[in-house]
């Protein structure tokens, strides 16, 4: 552990890693709803049937019209439903980025590592957590939702727009100032306690 310490670069990945771990959760629990929410439409069935009978019956023979507008109502209902879940998740990345940096100064990740966010007033906060959320889910959110509405040419775009944006914001850790794009954009920097002799002041390092 000491010698992890020892290694900022190390331990703002571990903090990320953590908080994406956390975000993944989030994910997760949101698949687990949305897959419920699905198979919760086979109950609806029967009135989307019903609907759909009574369109058959009105179509004046145009059963094949009749049959597609039945199909596509369950399908745009999960269609809904996914795209909700993606949005849910943006949100909550965001909400939970902005409230921890706004209230702590710091995510669970980086509580964890003994790392903060300086300055973290709310409106640094929540820039810093526009962008990360950006980089981490948003972008790759809206991807998929393409993918979904059937856009597979520029859901493959919007991807690869994903990575570029994730990227830009890691890649500047690595600079000698360790402030990713996120701290550039909000004015902000990470920072944590190094380790010291005993006996002596730890002394304030930015990560």
């Known amino acids: 552990m000491p ?3 020892r290694l900022p670069k190390l331990r703002r990945f571990l903090a990320w890693f953590i908080d994406f771990a956390l975000v993944l959760a989030a994910a997760s629990a949101l698949a687990v709803l949305t897959f419920h929410r699905i ?3 086979v109950t609806d069935v029967p009135d989307l049937a019903t ?5 058959i019956l009105t179509s004046r023979g145009d059963v094949i019209d009749a049959s597609e507008g039945f199909g ?3 399908w ?3 269609v809904r439903d996914v ?5 849910l998740l943006v949100v909550a990345t965001f909400l939970y980025q902005w409230a921890a940096l706004a209230l702590t100064g710091c995510t669970v990740g980086k509580a964890l590592l003994g ?3 300086t300055p973290s007033p709310p409106r640094r906060a929540a820039l810093r957590a526009a962008v990360t959320t950006t980089a981490d889910v948003a972008v790759y959110a809206l991807a998929c939702i393409l ?3 059937g856009e597979f040419a520029l859901s493959v775009l919007v991807w690869a727009v994903a990575v570029v944006i994730f990227f830009l914001n890691a890649l500047p850790v690595l600079s000698p100032s360790r402030r990713s794009l996120a701290d550039r954009l909000a004015g902000t920097a990470v920072t944590g306690l190094g380790l010291s002799m005993p006996g002596a002041t730890p002394p304030t390092r930015t990560f």
């Open 3 to 5: 010698n992890m310490l």
């Open 39 to 41: 198979s919760a439409l």
């Open 51 to 55: 609907r759909g009978g009574w369109d």
């Open 72 to 74: 596509l109502s369950l």
């Open 76 to 78: 745009h209902k999960v």
């Open 83 to 87: 795209e909700q879940a993606f949005g």
């Open 115 to 117: 790392l903060k966010v």
């Open 147 to 149: 993918l979904v509405e």
